[in-house]
């Protein structure tokens, strides 16, 4: 236990120590939540306050990107160092290697939501559920184990210069077309026809029912959808990860 805590601590601390990562992490979620979330705070998104269904959305979008950028990219530039290589002459088990970097990107996508609310409480004047959204986190934060899978399949089919543009090609359009920034009801019609099939559509929709939005569907359709992505994504990450020990182990 001992040695898991300081490899999530040491995780904390490579990550305070980039700048030119933690700063645009930490940032951008409250920036665009400060661009549609604050604009429309007294109007009404699926039968509730706008506003806190934009800080739900956001909130998805901070575990995702965490999921897929915190673990998944830093996996391939760890890679790339051949970090990965001088741990496994180590007796450290690997599961505590992966499970350290897991902690860690649930503790940023945490800690950038409690960011996000306290943004939301003292900045916006914002008056919602805090009981309510905590709950709508929580489901969040055990959804998130598909785009957790996601990213380290990213981290072994992805070198360290791609990893980050293939991380990017995903998270963004996923991320749009899923109504993350901006409302389906808003959106053309073919991405309105696309976004049941996204596994981002599907992980926010639990988080906005939870708040008491309306749903097309039952939350317990959602969580299918999001386990069945979960299995495919754990699936591509095995067989990539076997790839890449077959590569560099024989």
Do not use: C
């Amino acid at each position: 236990m001992n040695r898991f805590l300081y490899l999530v601590y040491s995780e904390l601390i490579r990550l305070v120590r980039m700048p030119a990562y933690l700063i645009p992490t930490l940032v951008f979620p409250i920036m665009f939540f400060a661009i549609f979330g604050l604009p429309n705070a007294k109007n009404q998104l699926g039968g509730v306050n706008a506003a806190t269904y934009i800080l739900v959305s956001f909130s998805a979008y901070s575990l995702i990107s965490t999921s897929l950028f915190a673990f998944g990219v830093s996996i391939a530039a760890e890679r790339g160092l051949g970090w990965q290589k001088l741990m496994r002459v180590t007796p450290l088990n690997p599961l505590m290697y992966f499970a350290s970097k897991v902690v860690n990107a649930l503790l940023q996508g945490i800690f950038i939501i409690a960011l996000l609310a306290l943004f939301a409480s003292l900045v916006g004047k914002l008056d919602y559920d805090v009981l309510l959204f905590a709950k709508s986190v929580g489901k969040l934060l055990i959804g998130v184990s598909a785009f957790v899978a996601l990213g380290l399949w990213i981290g072994y089919v992805g070198g360290p210069n791609s990893a980050a543009g293939i991380a990017n090609l995903i998270f963004l359009p996923m991320s749009f077309a899923s109504g993350l920034f901006m409302p389906l009801e808003f959106m053309p019609e073919f991405l309105r026809n696309i976004a049941p099939y996204t596994p981002a559509y599907h992980f926010a929709q639990i988080g906005w029912m939870n708040i008491g939005a309306k749903s097309d569907t039952t939350e317990l359709v959602h969580w299918a959808w999001v386990a069945g992505y979960a299995v495919i994504f754990f699936a591509m990450a095995l067989v990539a990860y076997r790839r890449d020990e077959g590569k560099n182990f024989g």
